[in-house]
């Protein structure tokens, strides 16, 4: 009988994405640990999900490769745009007169300028406006960075509400939360690629995930 028993597999043969992933959710902000987590235990499931290229950790890893499910899916398919939201906003949880400011716990405000009928961004409320509804907000084209922002984590809060793009779509509500918050206050960077989660790439993600 050998004098050795037999012994686990070598770290060598462990998944070299799931010892990656062990790095990244040390690295990022407490407050992100869940939405770059969640998605990385049983994404080789046969239980539908979302695309892994799709979700924060897929992006942070940077592999488009692994086997999935549904690696077909395009992650602009996932979710509706504003134009499709602003006449169809969910009625178990707003209005066409709900605001934008503090939705679901959105760390932001803008306001609607009455003067100049537009969506304008500001912590300080303007003379003459009233705080901006969703729905005013998703109606505006306006290449403001700040209003692209808050725009695009109103679309992606309400994607994550809606029963008909789950199992999908890549972010809860509170998911889509921490990850506007986060990306308000300050900057992250990706221990695998190198990048940095700022502001600008917060969006950029949220935004591919609608055409």
Not at 46 to 75: E, F, I, N, W
Not at 83 to 98: E, F, G, I, M, Y
């Amino acid at each position: 009988m050998s004098q050795h028993p037999e012994r686990s597999k070598s770290p060598e043969s462990i998944d070299v994405s799931r010892r990656r992933f062990a790095r990244v959710g040390a690295a990022v902000p407490v407050v992100l640990g869940t939405v770059v987590s969640t998605p990385v235990l049983a994404t080789n499931s046969s239980t539908a999900k979302p695309p892994y290229h799709c979700t924060v950790s897929g992006q942070m890893s940077g592999s488009l490769s692994r086997a999935q499910p549904d690696k077909g899916k395009a992650c602009s398919s996932l979710g509706k745009p504003p134009s499709w939201w602003k006449d169809n906003l969910p009625s178990a949880s707003c209005t066409t007169s709900t605001v934008f400011n503090g939705y679901k716990g959105l760390a932001s405000t803008c306001w609607w300028d009455k003067t100049n009928n537009k969506v304008v961004y500001g912590g300080t409320q303007p003379a003459n406006s009233r705080a901006a509804t969703l729905r005013e907000l998703l109606s505006n084209s306006s290449a403001d960075s700040n209003i692209t922002f808050m725009r695009s984590a109103a679309v992606a809060v309400l994607n994550a509400q809606l029963n008909t793009l789950k199992p999908y779509y890549p972010l809860t509500v509170q998911g889509a939360v921490d990850l506007y918050n986060q990306g308000l206050v300050s900057s992250f960077r990706d221990p695998v690629t190198g990048g940095t989660w700022d502001k600008a790439r917060v969006m950029t993600y949220m935004r591919s995930l609608y055409a």
